[in-house]
């Protein structure tokens, strides 16, 4: 991977899903001193795995974006190929889903209703990008094989037959 694709990609990640993820989240969860309400340990190993698991899945696909794809999550910096491989074989958007597991895990280690309605909003948010601002785009750029690759594949959730690019 060329070294600045690296800087460009690690800069998106701490701005933007940093900021989702860590910055407001703790402004949510915080009290007027800064202190942040404890969390609800209880709930910790399975807030964990999904930290984890929505963490790999950001990560390998920001890793898809750059090595087949040539391009950032950005959406000034955009992949130049269409990244049909890894998670993307089975879902449209798994690096959206990651970053909501991680929503998740925090909604279940605080259970804070302020919490809840932020991540929620995250996730309309992301369906409305989706909606009306990616898809259209990925159409317009790459056509066909685009529109074969949404007939095969969903949008949220997960496909049990991999995606194939050959038309069957």
Not at 63 to 77: N, Q, S, V, Y
Not at 99 to 114: F, I, K, N, Q, R
Not at 152 to 162: E, I, N, S, T, Y
């Amino acid at each position: 991977m060329r070294p600045f694709l690296a800087f460009k990609i690690l800069l998106f990640t701490l701005l933007v899903p940093g900021a989702v993820l860590v910055y407001m989240p703790y402004w949510v969860l915080s009290d007027s001193a800064g202190n942040l309400q404890p969390a609800n340990l209880a709930w910790a190993p399975p807030a964990g795995f999904c930290i984890i698991l929505g963490l790999a899945s950001y990560l390998r696909c920001a890793w898809d974006f750059a090595i087949t794809g040539l391009g950032t999550p950005a959406p000034i910096d955009p992949p130049q190929k269409l990244v049909v491989s890894g998670l993307y074989r089975r879902t449209r958007n798994p690096m959206f889903q990651g970053v909501l597991l991680v929503l998740l895990a925090e909604c279940l280690l605080y259970a804070d209703p302020g919490l809840i309605v932020y991540a929620g909003s995250i996730a309309l948010f992301f369906h409305i990008t989706v909606v009306f601002r990616e898809e259209p785009d990925l159409t317009s750029r790459f056509g066909a094989s685009y529109s074969h690759y949404c007939r095969q594949v969903p949008r949220w959730g997960f496909a049990l037959k991999a995606f194939s690019p050959e038309p069957i």
